[in-house]
């Protein structure tokens, strides 16, 4: 059932004593990380087979993305992703849920020891049934029972969150265990965030808590894709740092950037962070602006919650010093939110699969506490639909994307 172009168990079976390793490995990648993407870490993960842990499967649904992978938990409880894999986000419900079944069996069909639990981030407003009420960057979901289909198909128990919920409880679990208010903020297509208050996460009345991506920075700034002027997420997303480089290359102020887009044929934010690694004057002139817009939703968000630890975590998380270091200095030059509290602020740990991790993570958890679960899928969802399979014209009456 693997694809050709990945790297399976050599010895064809769950015996053997050899670390295992496999991960997706698309043509002409790196030998030791398996990415394309320059700028971007390295992915491999390597566990014993034989360790005796539970083997946990995580999917993390973003805008352009669906990652998933099988996550082994240890005996002192770090967890370690063994098996990865993505593909693109289908463009409809119907689509959708026949992707993300395929890639459950799948990564069951290839996991070292069976898989106990399902947990799945989704980018948008989840409710505490695991029903998404709004997703901007993923229309899709809104409505959906997602879990429904994936129980019945895998025969195992499924937990769906906020996709930067799941991010902030990996990095609660696995980077600061102690911390008192810890702030994920996720960016990727849009701008996620998570929040874990006094060791549990936090999620609000109806489950829809921490999300900052909307929350307006500039009155008149860009048009957002839910419709408003100035939100965070159109300033400051991973979305928004291509389209800065773009603007760049357009305006005559950036030719290396111009270049790249020649060679590759594309321009976002990979290739933002490579021209910054090659030390070239406009994408760092580009990456001061964006960083610069990152860093006041992030001081918002500092004045308002008061936490101990940020951790930022989608795909630009995985420029990692860059990315920390540049942020940093511009909440030091804000005195009001940064001068007189002590805040660490990191990217997460696995940087842009912290949220496969934390999304197994969550799954795990329901079955440490499965009266919660029970709670929150009992709780009333009005924009709740059933979708299967067969289901091809299930999205076809969802709301058309602002330009």
């Given at each position: 059932m693997a694809p050709a172009n990945q790297v399976n168990n050599p010895a064809g079976s769950q015996a053997t004593t050899t670390p295992w390793r496999m991960i997706s490995q698309p043509a002409g990648a790196c030998g030791e990380c398996r990415s394309t993407e320059p700028g971007y870490g390295c992915r491999v993960r390597t566990v014993d087979p034989d360790a005796a842990s539970p083997h946990l499967i995580g999917l993390d649904l973003g805008g352009t993305k669906l990652a998933g992978g099988v996550v082994a938990l240890d005996a002192d409880g770090r967890a370690r992703l063994v098996v990865e894999e993505r593909v693109p986000t289908p463009d409809s419900s119907a689509a959708l849920v026949r992707a993300l079944v395929d890639l459950v069996a799948h990564l069951r069909s290839v996991s070292p020891h069976p898989p106990v639990a399902v947990g799945a981030g989704i980018a948008g407003h989840i409710g505490l049934d695991g029903i998404a009420v709004q997703a901007a960057n993923t229309p899709m979901v809104v409505g959906i029972d997602l879990a429904g289909p994936l129980r019945e198909a895998s025969g195992l128990p499924v937990r769906i969150d906020n996709d930067a919920n799941v991010?902030?409880?990996?990095?609660?679990?696995?980077?600061?265990?102690?911390?008192?208010?810890?702030?994920?903020?996720?960016?990727?297509?849009?701008?996620?965030?998570?929040?874990?208050?006094?060791?549990?996460?936090?999620?609000?009345?109806?489950?829809?808590?921490?999300?900052?991506?909307?929350?307006?920075?500039?009155?008149?700034?860009?048009?957002?894709?839910?419709?408003?002027?100035?939100?965070?997420?159109?300033?400051?997303?991973?979305?928004?740092?291509?389209?800065?480089?773009?603007?760049?290359?357009?305006?005559?102020?950036?030719?290396?950037?111009?270049?790249?887009?020649?060679?590759?044929?594309?321009?976002?934010?990979?290739?933002?962070?490579?021209?910054?690694?090659?030390?070239?004057?406009?994408a760092e002139a580009v990456w001061q602006g964006w960083t610069g817009w990152v860093a006041v939703g992030l001081a918002n968000l500092i004045q308002l919650i008061d936490p101990d630890v940020i951790v930022l975590g989608g795909g630009v998380s995985a420029s990692g010093e860059l990315l920390a270091s540049a942020v940093t200095a511009h909440l030091e030059a804000m005195s009001v939110a940064w001068g007189h509290r002590r805040i660490d602020l990191r990217c997460a740990p696995g940087g842009p699969l912290a949220g496969v991790v934390g999304a197994a993570l969550i799954g795990w958890e329901d079955q440490a506490v499965p009266e919660r679960a029970a709670a929150d899928v009992a709780a009333p969802n009005p924009s709740r639909q059933n979708v299967t399979m067969s289901s091809a014209t299930a999205s076809a009456a969802r709301p058309p994307l602002q330009p």
């Open positions: 991010v902030a409880l990996a990095a609660q679990r696995q980077l600061a265990p102690d911390a008192r208010a810890l702030v994920a903020v996720t960016f990727g297509t849009g701008i996620g965030g998570g929040l874990v208050l006094d060791g549990a996460l936090w999620r609000g009345a109806a489950g829809l808590a921490g999300e900052p991506g909307h929350m307006v920075v500039a009155a008149d700034g860009p048009l957002c894709r839910c419709g408003q002027r100035g939100c965070w997420e159109a300033v400051a997303s991973g979305t928004a740092l291509g389209e800065a480089a773009r603007r760049a290359v357009a305006d005559g102020e950036a030719p290396d950037l111009a270049a790249r887009w020649a060679e590759s044929g594309r321009l976002d934010g990979h290739s933002v962070v490579a021209g910054l690694r090659a030390r070239e004057a406009d």
